[in-house]
């Protein structure tokens, strides 16, 4: 039976799957509430803030790519498959903006609904494996 890379317990899955629903709240905030993005390529001088941002997607992407390609299960891929998706399209967005990336905004947030779902089965699944280890 294959087993899971990074997230190998219960703890860990309920970390991620609390850390894919933080992000899907800034990710749906930022489509209801936030004004289009003009991205850095629109602007001579892009502020310094856009380009704090850009750094934290190039890390966050970086690093949600690295635990994809370190993950072994179908289901543990898919999940950082989603996470880093969603993270790319919001550095994608951040340097082209919202007119030369016109899906990035509705893309970050489905992929992170379903990267809250996936993990929801990855915890259900940890979930139903410690209650069999537990009745054993």
């Known amino acids: 039976m294959d087993e899971f890379a990074i997230l190998t317990n219960r703890k860990r899955a309920i970390i991620a799957l609390v850390?894919?629903?933080v992000f899907l709240l800034i990710a749906t905030w930022q489509l209801i509430a936030a004004r289009p993005s003009q991205g850095m390529m629109a602007q001579s001088a892009a502020p310094t803030g856009?380009?704090?941002l850009c750094g934290?997607?190039?890390v966050v992407s970086a690093v949600?790519?690295?635990l994809f390609a370190v993950s072994r299960v179908w289901i543990e891929r898919a999940y950082f498959a989603l996470c880093a998706a969603s993270a790319t399209s919001g550095l994608l967005r951040t340097i082209l903006g919202d007119h030369g990336f016109h899906?990035?905004?509705y893309l970050r947030v489905i992929m992170l609904v379903s990267a809250v779902i996936v993990g929801l089965m990855i915890a259900r699944t940890h979930g139903v494996r410690g209650d069999q280890f537990?009745?054993?």
């Open 56 to 58: 934290v997607y190039v």
């Open 103 to 105: 899906s990035g905004r």
């Open 19 to 21: 850390h894919s629903i």
């Open 50 to 52: 856009t380009w704090a």
């Open 134 to 136: 537990v009745a054993s």
């Open 64 to 66: 949600l790519l690295l």
